[in-house]
């Protein structure tokens, strides 16, 4: 059974930075693509990031670009989000997800995952 667990989360000031963790067990997850979500209250569930396990594709939404860096340690079999220059706006629940068909072309959205961790709340005072 696919676990996903995040950690990571927490309150930090606008500009400043987060590293949010999720550690996959239950599968050998080499043709796996995994993705980053994030929920803000009253909004829906929005894509922020994607990789390949193998490292050779990576996505981002464009509202995260170029602040945003995901990741993955294949030695702990974690996938990881920096995150740098926060922003208010980036104040949310982030999930960590896993597409077992490796489809990269539907990276970005959420119903191409089966699997999904229990979230982990970033808050970004201003």
């Known amino acids: 059974q696919v676990q996903l667990v995040e950690s990571g989360g927490g309150l930090v000031q606008a500009g400043g930075s987060v590293r949010l963790s999720c550690a996959a067990s239950?599968?050998?997850?080499?043709?796996?693509?995994m993705g980053w979500f994030r929920q803000a209250p009253g909004k829906e569930r929005e894509f922020v990031a994607a990789?390949?396990?193998?490292?050779?594709?990576?996505y981002y939404a464009d509202s995260v670009k170029g602040r945003f860096t995901i990741s993955r340690d294949n030695a702990k079999n974690t996938v990881l989000l920096q995150m740098n220059s926060l922003k208010p706006e980036d104040t949310a629940v982030y999930y960590c997800?896993?597409?077992?068909?490796?489809?990269?072309?539907?990276?970005?959205?959420?119903?191409?995952?089966?699997?999904w961790g229990q979230g982990t709340q970033v808050t970004v005072s201003s």
């Open positions: 990789i390949r396990w193998s490292g050779s594709r990576i």
């Open positions: 239950g599968r050998t997850f080499s043709s796996y693509v």
């Open positions: 997800a896993a597409d077992s068909r490796g489809r990269t072309v539907v990276a970005g959205r959420s119903d191409a995952y089966d699997y």
